[in-house]
C-alpha cells in the first residue's frame, strides 16, 4: 500500500516515531520496526516521502492509539508530496476552528491548559489527526500557546524533530497526536496527553 509520511517525532534517545497515511482510504498508522519497536533515528522514512509498504497490524492494542502496524517491507516512490494540498484535497476528516473541537470535543483540561483523554472519555478510533486553527497559535518554550475566546491559555507540547517556528499562522493544517498512556505520578489516572506532531504549509 502506498502510505504519505506524516510525522516524526522523537521517543527516546535513539528511536522516533513516525505517523503515516495510507492513500486511498485514509487509514492512520505508527510505523513500527517488524519486531514491534518504534524506528530508528536514522530511518529513512522521511515526512513527506510517499513509501509502498506492506505491514500487518500490531495485536493487544489499547484504545485510543489504534494505529500500530508492524512494517515487513518498504519501497520509496517518491519525495517531497504536498502534505497540505493531498490531506485537504483527500476527504480526510479535518477539525477546524477552536482547539476545544479538535478529538470530537471530547478533552479534558488540566488547571495549566493542557488537554487530555482518560479512561472515561476514550472512546474514539484513533490517536491522530488534523487542525486547522482559528487563530495564530505561539511557541512558548516547548509547547504552543491558543487562546481561548473567553482569554483561557491552551497548551499543546511540540514533539517534532524539525526546529519548530515561534508562530504557526491561523488556518495552517496542524497534525495533533495523543501520547501513549501515562500516569504522572504513579498513583492517579492515566491519561493520554494531547500533543503537537507537525505541521504543513
Not at 530511518?43 to 513527506?48: A, D, F, Q, R, S
Request: charge should be negative; aromatic fraction near 12%; proline fraction near 3%.
Amino acid at each position: 500500500m502506498h502510505v504519505l509520511i506524516l510525522s516524526k517525532t522523537s521517543y527516546g534517545q535513539t528511536q522516533v516515531c513516525v505517523g503515516g497515511m495510507v492513500m486511498g482510504n485514509n487509514r492512520y498508522i505508527r510505523l513500527l520496526k517488524s519486531n514491534g519497536y518504534y524506528q530508528d533515528i536514522d530511518t529513512p522514512l522521511n515526512v513527506g516521502d510517499v513509501w509502498d509498504i506492506n505491514f500487518t497490524p500490531k495485536l493487544g492494542l489499547r484504545q485510543p492509539h489504534a494505529e500500530d502496524v508492524l512494517v515487513q517491507s518498504k519501497t520509496l516512490v517518491k519525495r517531497n508530496a504536498n502534505i497540505s494540498e493531498y490531506i485537504q484535497n483527500s476527504g480526510a476528516l479535518i477539525w477546524q476552528g477552536n482547539i476545544e473541537q479538535v478529538f470530537y470535543g471530547k478533552l479534558q483540561w488540566t488547571n495549566w491548559g493542557k488537554g487530555y483523554i482518560n479512561q472515561q472519555n476514550c472512546d474514539i478510533e484513533h490517536s491522530v489527526g488534523f487542525w486547522l486553527s482559528d487563530k495564530d497559535i505561539t511557541l512558548e518554550g516547548d509547547s504552543y500557546r491558543y487562546v481561548t475566546d473567553s482569554g483561557e491559555n491552551r497548551y499543546v507540547k511540540y514533539k517534532g524533530l524539525v526546529e519548530p517556528p515561534t508562530l504557526i499562522p491561523a488556518n495552517t493544517l496542524i497534525r495533533l497526536s495523543l501520547a501513549k498512556w501515562w500516569d504522572a505520578n504513579g498513583d492517579e489516572e492515566e491519561r493520554c496527553y494531547m500533543q503537537l506532531s507537525g505541521w504543513y504549509d
